[in-house]
């Protein structure tokens, strides 16, 4: 799969007015990245069990140092995804559209996860190392846009624990390959 063209933009603004205030002031900021990115790739999962966990690898030497999702050590294997999750230890190459294994990163641009407001439980994503960011869901959902350009891939992970059936998140990736 080829990529021609991809922009990374976020906006973060709102307006003011009040009494005495003779115009309105924007407050907040823009983040715009149009680094190179030659992978990319995203999925979606929903949980089928109350205790579930699943481990995104960025870049591990299990897998030719592609991309994988396993099972965590104990975590039970009830999860809908549309990419397949390997048993713990046990790495599936994360395919793209076209069915072909996603490249090897070794720079990750921006990952961005988003929690639907019908979730019911807490959905927590732990990263190694600390540099590439955690966040918890609440039931509420919410989305998180981290853009680390972090260039250390070499056994760089996610960690995402559910703990209520039909949970859903979704995951998108932009990276940049050898």
């Not at 973060?12 to 115009?23: D, H, L, M, N």
């Not at 793209?96 to 019911?120: G, K, L, Q, R």
């Not at 039931?139 to 846009?145: D, M, N, P, T």
């Not at 559910?162 to 998140?169: K, R, T």
């Amino acid at each position: 799969m080829a990529l021609s063209t991809s922009q990374l933009k976020q906006v973060v603004s709102a307006r003011v007015t009040g009494v005495g205030a003779t115009s309105t002031h924007v407050i907040g900021g823009t983040n715009t990245i149009t680094d190179d990115v030659d992978i990319a790739f995203g999925f979606t999962m929903k949980c089928g069990h109350a205790d579930n966990s699943v481990i995104l690898n960025y870049r591990d030497g299990y897998s030719s140092d592609k991309p994988t999702l396993e099972h965590s050590s104990g975590a039970n294997t009830a999860i809908n995804c549309d990419q397949k999750i390997g048993a713990f230890e046990s790495q599936e190459i994360i395919e793209d559209p076209t069915f072909t294994d996603i490249a090897a990163i070794t720079t990750i641009v921006a990952i961005y996860f988003e929690a639907p407001a019908s979730n019911n439980g807490t959905i927590s994503i732990a990263g190694t190392p600390n540099d590439i960011g955690d966040v918890d869901f609440s039931a509420a959902g919410g989305s998180f846009l981290l853009t680390p350009r972090f260039t250390n891939t070499t056994s760089t992970k996610h960690v995402i624990d559910f703990n209520a059936i039909g949970d859903i998140l979704k995951v998108v990736v932009l990276g940049k390959g050898a």
